[in-house]
């Protein structure tokens, strides 16, 4: 059975970091492109980052980019997002998600499995 479980989430004050977390489990991580998405209520699902270690590619929204850093670990099946000089537009749930690479206008349509989600909330 496929799952993703995401945590890291909290509280963290604009400036702040947070490590987010997802591990998967009923497939190997290299098989599929792995990616971040956060959604707020009322906005679409817009996608932060994605990793592919088949292709050797990476995505980084430009709201993200030189602040957020994702990476992957295939001998634990976690991939991480690392967040750094957080803001408050970033506040947001944020959703791991596998599938396959497309492009990033259409991410989300390549994605087949999803997790949960954890929230992150930037305040001070």
């Known amino acids: 059975q496929v799952q993703l479980v995401e945590s890291g989430g909290g509280l963290v004050q604009p400036g702040g970091s947070l490590r987010l977390s997802c591990v998967a489990s009923?497939?190997?991580?290299?098989?599929?492109?792995m990616c971040w998405f956060r959604q707020v209520p009322g906005k679409e699902r817009e996608p932060v980052s994605c990793?592919?270690?088949?292709?050797?590619?990476?995505y980084y929204a430009d709201s993200v980019k030189g602040r957020f850093t994702i990476s992957a670990d295939n001998a634990k099946n976690t991939v991480y997002l690392q967040m750094n000089s957080l803001k408050s537009e970033d506040t947001s749930e944020y959703y791991c998600?596998?599938?396959?690479?497309?492009?990033?206008?259409?991410?989300?349509?390549?994605?087949?499995?999803w997790g949960e989600g954890t929230l992150v909330t930037v305040t001070s």
């Open positions: 998600a596998a599938g396959s690479w497309y492009p990033p206008e259409s991410l989300r349509y390549g994605m087949v499995y």
């Open positions: 009923g497939f190997r991580l290299g098989l599929y492109a």
């Open positions: 990793i592919s270690s088949s292709i050797n590619l990476t």
